[in-house]
């Protein structure tokens, strides 16, 4: 494969607007969150757990990316100033200017698109930005990032009838505070406490006969 094929190659990569010039390596993780919960009594497999609920976690996004600086020679042109529109870098950008713009994309928070030879991902943002240099990539910019999925979700507002034309309107409303009340004596009359006393002794009485 000649070094054309390579570099359009790489195209398909991208990390919201930036191109890396090598992707070294890619690693996707998804992980499902399966519940524990412990059971007086063992299963019949013998567990000590049963499971009631599974999710999925968001899902990340690990990869070795390679930056050139400076820009190089292709065929005997020069390619140092070309500046691409698309991914707002130019092959000439500096390292230390790349690391900048990525190290903006992250603290911007702002979900992007993220594209690898094997998926596509929405709404990702930059979870860690590891950068080593040494004497091998002094004038390169060697990074791992690691790219995690946001979930988003959008809330919208019901209107409902108001209490008094529900037909259960104490059951359906939502608890308010309506303030302190004070309790009230009740003046029960002589016949009303007899015909209650005389209630409660029947109830006595029939628990006894029973």
Known sequence: ????????SQQ?????????????????????????????KPTESGAGFIADHAYRRPSELTMELGFAGGGSLIDGVDTTAIFDASTGLSLGTSPADIYKQ????????KPFDATTGK???KNMLIRAIEVTTDKTSENVLMCVL??????ITQTQTITVAD???????LNTSPVQNTGTKTPV????????QGSRLRQKAEEIFSRGVQ
């Open 1 to 8: 494969m000649d070094i054309l094929s390579v570099l359009f």
């Open 12 to 40: 398909r990569r991208r990390i919201g607007i930036i191109v890396p010039s090598v992707v070294i390596t890619e690693k996707h993780s998804d992980t499902l969150e399966i519940t524990d919960n412990p059971v007086d």
């Open 102 to 109: 990525i190290l903006e994309l992250q603290r911007d928070r």
């Open 119 to 121: 998926r596509q991902y």
């Open 146 to 151: 690691t790219l995690k999925e946001i979930v």
């Open 163 to 169: 209490k008094e034309n529900m037909k259960e309107g």
């Open 185 to 192: 004596a009740v003046n029960e009359s002589l016949l009303s």
